[in-house]
């Protein structure tokens, strides 16, 4: 069974129609992220090319400061797609600044995927978890998938009583503190990624095909075979989406 990739950065490799081909004779599906709203319109037409690409509107963390005045542009392009991300809270700054421009940016993303009701969110949260799901909430209006969660488990917890999903990638499950925190998620909420090309896979960047590697690693983790390890994935994927119309 054929396994979605629910984070990759389709627009940032070096050579984009060559990706864009291969996901399509790979046949994965890809939530093809994106981290400002003015390159969501290039996104697009990318998807326009390959019916396996999900286009989703984003807003980085990193990059909240910087683009906090595409945020109109962000709530215009808002009904084009199901998908947002790459969305959430980064404070690896410490500038007390910075990080309330996040939150203000955050907050504001997810006041208007809430009005609309029908969103999947890709939701970034290094260093700041218990904050990204503070704001979450408890009663959330979409689906949201924790993207490479590294947080603390208490923090985790919250967030699996919330209802999130969580999307582990290669780099993940070969880091120790890592697996730890993917032993401890309900396997009905776990989702693949790739994070490409930012995550490398033996010296390249990471593909939407390396979903075969999340695939053989949570097989591994579970003591399953790695078919039940993709059904679970694939199950988990389209209860997802199904969820909030997607
Ligand atoms: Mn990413």
New binding site residues.
């Given amino acids: 069974m054929r396994v979605t990739d629910t ?1 990759c ?1 389709v627009d940032l490799y070096p050579d984009v129609p060559r990706t864009v081909d291969d996901i399509e004779r790979s046949g994965i599906e890809t939530i093809a ?1 994106t981290n400002a709203p003015s390159v969501f319109r290039h996104c697009a037409a990318l998807a326009r090319r390959s019916r396996l690409i999900r286009p989703a509107l984003g807003l980085h963390p990193e990059l909240a400061r910087e683009r906090r005045h595409e945020l109109g542009l962000m709530e215009d392009l808002m009904s084009e797609t199901g998908f947002i991300g ?1 969305v959430g809270l980064d404070f690896v700054t410490r500038d007390p600044e910075e990080r309330d421009i996040q939150r203000r940016v955050f907050g504001r993303i997810l006041e208007l995927c809430a009005l609309h009701g029908n969103k999947v969110l890709t939701v ?1 949260s290094r260093r700041a978890a218990p904050e990204v799901v503070d704001m979450i909430g408890p009663d959330f209006p979409g689906s949201i998938v924790l ?1 490479w969660y590294s947080g603390p488990e208490s923090a985790l917890r919250r967030a699996v009583a919330y209802g999130c999903y969580f999307s582990v990638n290669p780099a993940m499950l070969a880091s120790a503190s890592a697996q730890r925190i993917i032993a401890a998620l309900p396997r009905e909420r776990v989702l693949a990624e790739t ?1 490409g090309p ?1 995550v490398r896979v033996a010296g390249n960047p990471a593909t939407p095909r390396d979903v075969a590697r999340v695939v053989a690693g949570l097989a591994a983790l579970w003591d399953v075979e790695p078919a039940i390890a993709s059904a679970s994935l694939e199950t988990t994927y389209r209860t997802m989406v199904d969820r909030v119309g997607q």
Avoid: A, G, L, N
């Fill in positions: 984070h950065h992220v790459e970034h993207h994070d930012f």
